[in-house]
Each structure stands twice: as C-alpha cells, then as structure tokens.
C-alpha cells in the first residue's frame, strides 16, 4: 500500500521537545523498504500554476493556494496499513516541526 | 433488534465477517437479515438450543449467497472459500477488532461514534441520525466517508498491542463513555450496550476504572426520577432504589486498580456517593479530595463547580463560595454553576438571595427536567 506523505509547516510547531534527526529516519526507511521516494521542494514563491483553459495556457506565478501552511516535502511510503504508516510519519522531524498529511494512493 | 441476544449477536456476526470478507456492508446486511430470518421463524419453530450458533450460521449461508451471486469475480471467491471455513471460535476477538477500528483516532470523533453504534451495536442509521440530531441522509453519508475511509486508507482490522494499545485504548474508552452518557441520558439500552463492550476490552487499570464509573452511575437509574420525569437530586433519592451489586461489583473493581487517569478518579468520586448510607454521611473531604485530583489532571467547568460543592459540604459554605468565585468567567452562564452558588449561598444563611439565584439558573437551563427542578427550588425557598 502506497502513502503519498506531504510534508508541511505548522504555525504552531514543537518548541519544548527535540525533534528525531532528518538523516537517521531517511536512512531507516530506505533500508526497511518504507520509503519509495522523497524530496525537500524549494519554497512556493518560486511555484509556478498551470491551467489550461478554452484550450490556453494560462500561468500564474506561485502557488495554487495561499495559506499559512506551505508544503516543503513530500515523501512516497510503502506500508501495510495506516498504522505502519503513522508510525514512519511520527518518526519525521516534519511531524513534530510542522505537521505531515497521509494520503492513501488511489486504486492500491 | 431489542432483545439482548440480538444485539449481542449482531456485533459478533458483523465483526467476524468482516474478517473474513473486509466488506462492511455486506457483513451488517448478512447480520440484519439473519435477525429479519429469526424474528420471523423463532416464533413459530421455536428458539433453537443454540441462538447465537443459528444466527451466525444463517448470516455466513446469507454472505456465502450474496458472494455467489456477485459473479464469482477472483476476490470474490477467495471470500467464499473463507467463509466456507467458518471458525466460530475467536468470536471475542473479532468484536475486539471491530470495536478498535471503529474508533480509530484516524476517524473524527463523530465518526468513530457513529460508527460503532451502526456496526457494533446494530442501531439503525435514522436512530442515529436522531441521537446525534442530524437528517438522515447526513448520518448515511458520514456513515458510508468513514467505511470508504477504512477501506481506502487501509485502517487495519486488528486489535494493537504492546505500547500501541496504550496509545489506542482511550479513543476507545471515550466512545464507550460517550455512548454510557447517551444511554444516561434516557436511552438505559444504550448505557448497559457500553458496559457490556466495555468489559470485552483488555483488562487494563483505566479499562477497569471505566467498567466501575458506569456501573457506579448506572446503580441509581431507578431513582434519578420521580414519577412526573422531574430529576431527582443525589440528596433525596431513595437509597434503597440503587443497585446494591452493581455497587459492590464496581467497588470491587476499583480497590484493585491503580489510579492512573481520569475514569479512576471519577469512579472513586461516585464511589463516595454510592457507599454513603445517606447523603449526610457522605466522606466529603475525601470526595473534595478527589474533585481537587480530577481539577488537575481533568480541568473543567463541570468539574470546578462539583468541587466548588464538594468543598461547601466538607469546609462550610464560604469555602465553596470562594472557589466558585476564582472559576466565575469560565462556567458563566452555566446552570448547574448557578445551581450551585444558590445552593452554597442558601446554605450559607440567605435564602432570599438563593431563591433569585435558582431562578437566573432556571432562566439558562438546557433541559426542560432541569429548569421545573430549579424553578421548585426557588418557589419552595420564597414559600419557606
């Protein structure tokens, strides 16, 4: 089962407690299987919106919506069910500094 | 679906076919036909020796025919050889499984309610709907976005263990609680189906202390009401009227587990009560005692106004007073905080000023049981 995990800020991180290190989870999960994919994304001002309407192209420069909470990353899992799945995304820093979405893959 | 059997046999039918086919739907529907089929047959070949057993075997024959019928695809038949196997040993723990994944902290609060009423408990969807006053169009939809959300997200259908059952377990106690108040509140059914599944849960301190809760509030159901449906206070209710086992089933419970989180310290407070030979000699400051535990660990409107009256039995009126004083902004127009400071400053010498104060409690009171109590409080002080 597939889990696309969108890694986002939070306005209201952790500040008491250390978060787990970035490097130890990456490489935990890559040797375990349970990371397919993943990347840290630049920031969203420099995001470019597609849309193609009446058959034009129309760009807008940044992101398709404007929020508070940009996503930074985004990481592929692959686990046998929620829980697994839960217990790699509370394992990343992102959780505890930010907030982390779990996304199901459609069709798995 | 209102005998007892039923209803226990519903949850168990539903939870082992969903093991067995991971089809929600066709696990409630084989159920609700198999007690449609008993229902209908009981009654004139008379009940079998073994009702559960006949239940159960008439749903698995229902799904084996509704999976026949679905055009054998691969799936379908793998289902089908399952189900042909039917072990209708690890019944317990099936209800166990259904039971955590209705209540998944992956599942909205209202979800995880809904669900296990419908699923675990068989009550239908339009009743639902009523309980939580939605339509029931709304309740079939949440209904159905939580079962897609299972399914989807694979939710897995199994009991955690080592620290994640800790972890779990309080998603679990709080639907089961919050059903016990739904039942409390004038669906009795409904509080003896949340004892009942509470007890199927892994023996563990706060699991115990909740079994003890209920049982403790449920003991005084008989008197909590007088004949015209007005409440009845814990002051004047007849005694005698509670249930005496339950009572010392639960006190029982309690003096073997550790105190370690807020059922615990609420059961040992209704424990207070119900071990009181009558309200006079009630252990106040061990009761105030506990109330100023669950203020810490608990803090609540609710909680700070019966500590407030906890305090006024056990110190004098005054020092109740003057904790419901440090608390005023947060339970401001509540009326059971208004209740109290009538009942403190009636207690405390000035019945003219209580009387005015149960009446400004009557004028925000949310039930119309509550509002005629608090009325006849403020007429019968006036008259005195």
Known sequence: ??????????????????????????????????????????????????????GELLLT?????????????????????????????RAHPMSWAGRVELRPFHGE | MNEPIFREAYGRIVATLIRLTGDWSLAEDC????????????????????????????????????????????????????LQDLEPAPAGDDRLRLIFTCCHPALAMESRVALTLRTVIGVSTA??????????????????????????????????????????????????YLLFTRGYDGEPELAEEAIRLARLLPPEPEVNALVALCLLQHSRRATRQDEAGDLVTLEHQDRSGWDHAAIAEAVGLLAGTPVTGPYAIQAHIAACHATAPDFASTDWPTLAAWYDQLARVHPSPVVEVNRAVAHGYA??????????????????????????????TERAGDPAAAAGLFRQAAEVATSDAERRALLKRSGAMHMS
Not at chain 2, 142 to 159: D, E, M
Not at chain 2, 315 to 335: R, S
Request: charge should be negative.
């Open chain 2, 315 to 344: 110190y004098g009126p005054a020092a109740g007073l003057e904790l419901l004083a440090a608390v005023q902004d947060a339970v401001a127009g509540y009326a059971p905080a208004l209740a109290a400071r009538a009942e403190l």
């Open chain 1, 61 to 89: 420069d940044g992101p398709f919506a404007e929020t508070k909470e940009v996503i930074v990353g985004f990481d592929i899992l692959e686990c046998a069910d929620l829980d697994e799945a839960i217990e790699v995304a």
């Open chain 2, 31 to 82: 159920a609700m036909d198999a007690v449609e089929a008993a229902l209908e047959r009981w009654p004139r070949d008379g009940t079998p020796a073994n009702p559960g057993g006949w239940l159960m075997t008439a749903a698995r024959n229902r799904a084996i025919d509704q999976l026949r019928r679905a055009a054998l695809a691969d799936r379908k038949l793998r289902d089908l050889s399952l």
């Open chain 1, 1 to 54: 089962m597939k889990y696309m995990m969108f890694v986002c800020t939070d306005t209201e991180p952790e500040t008491e407690l250390e978060a787990p290190d970035i490097h130890k989870w990456v490489a935990e999960n890559d040797a375990n299987g349970r990371r397919v994919l993943g990347n840290q994304l630049v920031s969203p001002s420099a995001a470019t919106t597609v849309r193609v309407r009446g």
């Open chain 2, 127 to 176: 009743e639902i709907a009523r309980l939580f006053l939605v339509g029931e169009s709304a309740m079939t939809r949440r209904l159905s976005r939580a079962k897609a959300k299972i399914s989807q997200a694979r939710i897995p259908y199994r009991v955690p263990s080592g620290p994640a059952l800790a972890e779990r377990l309080p998603s679990v106690l709080a639907v089961l």
